[in-house]
């Protein structure tokens, strides 16, 4: 059974930053894509960034045009987990950030390519 358990939300000052993290269990997750998503109140879950392992230190990664060099997505396979360093946060970025697996060996950002997500962890940005 695939499992992922975020953790590192809570709150934060415009401006500031934090990281996330997904640990990840119940497969070997290497080939696969993983991707951070976030939904905010009265609106469908969002693509944030998303992270494949291409082979050796290779990664190919794809980001959300709203989080463009605010944000980075990485992925530690030996520990099987991903992160999500936030930096320059903003009152937007407040949501509630899930990440997400896909049995793709693609890189894919469509909610509907993901097979299982975790529980979610609130971000939130406010002074």
């Known amino acids: 059974q695939v499992q992922l358990v975020e953790s590192g939300g809570g709150l934060v000052q415009p401006g500031g930053s934090v990281r996330l993290s997904c640990a990840a269990s119940?497969?070997?997750?290497?080939?696969?894509?993983l991707a951070w998503f976030r939904r905010t109140p009265g609106k469908e879950r969002e693509f944030v960034a998303a992270?494949?392992?291409?082979?050796?230190?290779?990664?190919?990664?794809d980001y959300a045009d709203s989080v463009k060099g605010r944000f980075i997505i990485s992925r530690d396979n030996a520990k099987n987990t991903i992160y999500l360093q936030m930096t320059g946060l903003q009152s937007a970025d407040t949501a509630i950030y899930y990440c997400?697996?896909?049995?793709?060996?693609?890189?894919?950002?469509?909610?509907?390519?993901?097979?299982?997500w975790g529980q979610g962890t609130q971000v939130t940005v406010s002074p």
């Open positions: 997400a697996f896909t049995n793709s060996i693609r890189l894919v950002t469509d909610v509907s390519d993901f097979d299982y």
């Open positions: 119940g497969r070997t997750f290497n080939r696969y894509a």
């Open positions: 992270t494949r392992w291409t082979g050796g230190t290779m990664y190919e990664v």
